[in-house]
């Protein structure tokens, strides 16, 4: 379970669809080191998965994950009819980060521009940024993280 990890570096388990997990760093308390957990967590993410493979799913295919991150503003509340209100973020910052997660391929991590500039001279990344292809932003840059250098 990655729940733990994202636990770890402060963040928040928003919600699970399908095969994905929506955590959010920042939210709801403030949290100036949000980019940084959330690449931090990001990169044990893949390396939890990546122990898997040598543990107890070595006779198994290869399972990777993909992890996108982009930052922003998000309303968040409780949101909801009265019968069933959930604690969730929603804005098109949501949006954006949904386009990385679905750009990055398994084993990557693609972080935005915005998080890029916060955070170039601490992650080591692969140059030139790429080009997502989306429906309805058009294209976006993306950085693919190598490694934290801190």
């Known amino acids: 379970d990655l729940t733990p990890i994202v636990l770890k570096h402060n963040g ?7 095969d994905a997990i929506l955590a959010v760093f920042g939210c709801p308390e403030p949290d100036k080191l949000q980019s940084e957990n959330a ?6 993410m893949q390396e939890a998965i990546g122990n898997l493979q040598t543990t107890r799913w ?6 990777k994950i993909g992890i996108g991150i982009h930052g922003g503003p998000v309303i968040h509340g409780f949101i909801g009819a009265r019968e069933r209100m959930e604690y969730t973020v929603i804005g098109n910052t949501i949006n954006v980060a949904s386009r990385y997660c679905d ?9 935005s521009p915005v998080v890029y500039q916060r955070l170039h001279q601490k992650v080591d990344v692969e140059h ?4 997502i292809e989306t429906k309805h932003e058009g294209k976006l840059k993306a950085y693919l993280v190598r490694s934290w250098k801190g």
Do not use: H, M, S
């Open 103 to 111: 750009g990055a391929g398994p084993g990557e991590i693609l972080i």
């Open 128 to 131: 030139p940024p790429r080009d």
């Open 58 to 63: 070595q006779n198994f295919p290869a399972y």
């Open 12 to 18: 928040t388990v928003d919600k699970y669809v399908g």
């Open 39 to 44: 690449i931090q967590a990001a990169l044990e």
